[in-house]
């Protein structure tokens, strides 16, 4: 279905899909073709991993149906030396050690991860925290409000096929060293933590911006 200038891709006959998950995470290359007249405009193509999973009442995770116990870690992109000019290489060989040292989770630093971390989380079986970049200084203006949003929905719209990531983090000591006045608000802070919430749930309200 394409409608201006946006194209839905619907698959209705997978069955019995491999699924991924942390000791076994299969995947899938799903690729896509722009064509005009049999001629090749454009192409992509990209891992994908099916799964489902769910937060218990009072704390158990269950991935794919089985409770799983989350071991985790925090990684920041950036590395002696180059700081965050990293290689490819390298940020697989974090991600690598997490895994070995007996890690099933990363939580992810609050600024944009290069695309090669999520891949690796992919073919690894890491479970991912995906951080949003609003990190301490309070609640700003609206131009602040509507940035805060628009970065949200451009990590979710990049990433959101990765099998990998289970959380969308909303902010990080968010009331923290204020930057604007009443910034520290909780009750401000509360109602403006329910409408990011509202952008990465799956509700009637954001489902017409394909969430």
Avoid at 9 to 14: A, D, L, S
Avoid at 127 to 137: I, S
Avoid at 174 to 203: Q, R, S, Y
Wanted: aromatic fraction near 10%; include cysteine.
């Amino acid at each position: 279905m394409v409608s201006d200038k946006t194209s839905t891709i619907t698959f209705e006959n997978i069955k019995n899909p491999e699924l991924w998950d942390t000791e076994k995470p299969n995947l899938y290359r799903l690729s896509a073709v722009l064509s005009e007249k049999n001629q090749i405009k454009d192409s992509v193509s990209e891992k994908v991993g099916f799964r489902w999973f769910e937060f218990k009442d009072h704390g158990p995770f269950y991935l794919n149906g089985k409770r799983l116990l989350i071991r985790g870690t925090h990684r920041h992109e950036e590395q002696a030396g180059v700081g965050a000019a990293m290689t490819n290489e390298q940020h697989w060989t974090d991600m690598k050690s997490i895994k070995e040292m007996g890690a099933n989770f990363v939580r992810l630093a609050h600024y944009p991860q290069d695309p090669e971390v999520y891949k690796a989380c992919d073919e690894l079986g890491l479970l991912v925290w995906d951080e949003l970049p609003w990190c301490r200084g309070g609640i700003g203006n609206d131009a602040w409000k509507t940035n805060t949003k628009n970065m949200l929905s451009e990590i979710i719209n990049q990433n959101y096929n990765h099998p990998s990531i289970i959380i969308w983090s909303l902010g990080n000591e968010i009331n923290w060293l204020p930057d604007f006045p009443d910034g520290d608000n909780a009750e401000k802070t509360n109602a403006f933590l329910t409408e990011l919430n509202d952008i990465c749930t799956p509700t009637r309200s954001n489902k017409k911006n394909g969430y």
